[in-house]
């Protein structure tokens, strides 16, 4: 265990800490904070019976510090311990359909329809246009299943300002151009999907199963993920997603099988070992992204990755820095692990706990972490068949 847990009594708050760094958690708060060395030290002094004032005049004279610095740390993390925090929990992030039940009443008029399943939720996808319904039915063919009672009923209508989504009779996004259609529908069908699901918790991400390990690849959007999901795949590999890393607290994870969607700038970079690209048609994301989508080829998983499967956390960071040097690795800690996947975004289906963090925790204690940084997918294949064989 390189990662210990020490319940505060003088402050509201759980500590785990690794080596010279610590998370703290927030008593009552939900939220986490990840605090320096020196404000570590101070919290864990101030568990002795002394007063405030002794304590710090303590470490002050044993860090060689003046005490106007050791007090002004101390001050920061009271207010940190103190304060009320904000009214939000990490179950706002949840849609708001997953609440309402679905209507067939409701359907559109001279409406056509299909069915898709994913990750075992069943949608009920109308469109008023025979264009826009051809599209859904060619892309989303693997997914076809015959008419189930629906989970969610999605919409596409259109307007005079363009396409419109709802989701079980929520207003999804209006004034789509035709071609942005798409890639919303396919992102509402992956988080309704993983919501409606017993999850644990939710990270941006992809993960794929290969030779009884499993890689996880979380991020922020543009780091490379998507792109290095795809090198990775081959015929006997599995993708769960290339876009969300879904456990339970069996630590399984959960198979949202659905197209991937592939930016443009990789299009030449994937195209000879997936040649469906250049016939793919091209998508733009309302921010402006081209992408298009292909379809992963599909397997047995194995139970959502079993437990003795061997779990490495590759975060990846695309950059032009290493355009004539091989792509370079980082080792990381648990804590750093951890911080970079709540910024790279995150949900639990419940509020946080002692518990639910210890978990979370736990399960990255147990798995290699690294950042792997690169200007090419060559470069990064290279780097990881060395690693991982």
């Known amino acids: 265990m390189t990662v210990n847990k020490v319940k505060l009594k003088r402050q509201p708050g759980t500590l785990f800490i690794e080596h010279e760094k610590s998370l703290l958690l927030l008593a009552g708060q939900q939220e986490v904070v990840m605090l320096s060395p020196l404000a570590t030290i101070i919290l864990i002094t101030n568990e002795n019976n002394n007063s405030i004032k002794d304590n710090l005049t303590y470490l002050s004279e044993e860090l060689s510090l003046p005490f106007a610095a050791i007090k002004q740390e101390y001050e920061k993390l009271s207010n940190l311990l103190f304060s009320k925090g904000c009214d939000s ?7 708001p359909e997953l609440n309402k039940a679905p209507d067939i009443s409701l359907s559109l008029p001279s409406s056509i329809q299909c069915c898709v399943e994913v990750a075992g939720c069943y949608f009920l996808i109308e469109s008023e246009t025979k264009e826009l319904h051809n599209v859904v039915s060619v892309l989303l063919a693997p997914i076809l299943t015959r008419e189930e009672q629906p989970d969610f009923i999605i ?9 419109r989504i709802q989701s079980n009779g929520v207003m999804v996004i209006d004034n789509l151009a035709f071609d942005e259609v798409i890639p919303e529908l396919i992102d509402r069908l992956q988080i309704l999907s993983y919501q409606k699901s017993d999850y644990f918790c939710c990270f941006h991400g992809g993960a794929i199963e290969q030779h009884q390990s499993v890689y996880l690849l979380p991020g922020e959007s543009g780091r490379g993920k998507s792109t290095l999901c795809c090198a990775l795949h081959k015929e006997e590999n599995g993708i769960y997603s290339d876009e969300y890393i879904v456990l339970n607290r ?39 992204r081209q992408i298009k989508y292909i379809w992963p080829a599909r397997i047995e998983f194995n139970s959502g990755c079993l437990p003795n499967y061997k779990k490495h956390f590759i975060f990846p960071n695309y950059t032009n820095d290493h355009a004539e040097e091989e792509a370079t690795i980082k080792q990381l ?57």
């Open 250 to 288: 069996e630590h399984q994870l959960l198979e949202i099988y659905l197209p991937l969607a592939i930016k443009r700038g990789s299009w030449q970079h994937l195209a000879s070992a997936h040649p469906e690209l250049n016939k793919a048609r091209e998508w733009r994301r309302t921010d402006g």
């Open 155 to 163: 919409q596409i209508q259109k307007s005079s300002k363009g396409y």
């Open 89 to 95: 929990k990490y179950s706002d992030g949840q849609y």
């Open 333 to 389: 800690s648990v804590l750093d692990t951890f911080q970079k996947l709540t910024q790279g975004g995150y949900q639990l289906r419940n509020d946080l706990t002692e518990q639910s963090l210890g978990l979370l925790i736990d399960y990255i204690e147990t798995s290699t972490r690294i950042e792997l940084s690169y200007s090419n997918t060559k470069q990064a294949l290279s780097v990881l068949e060395r690693c991982f064989g």
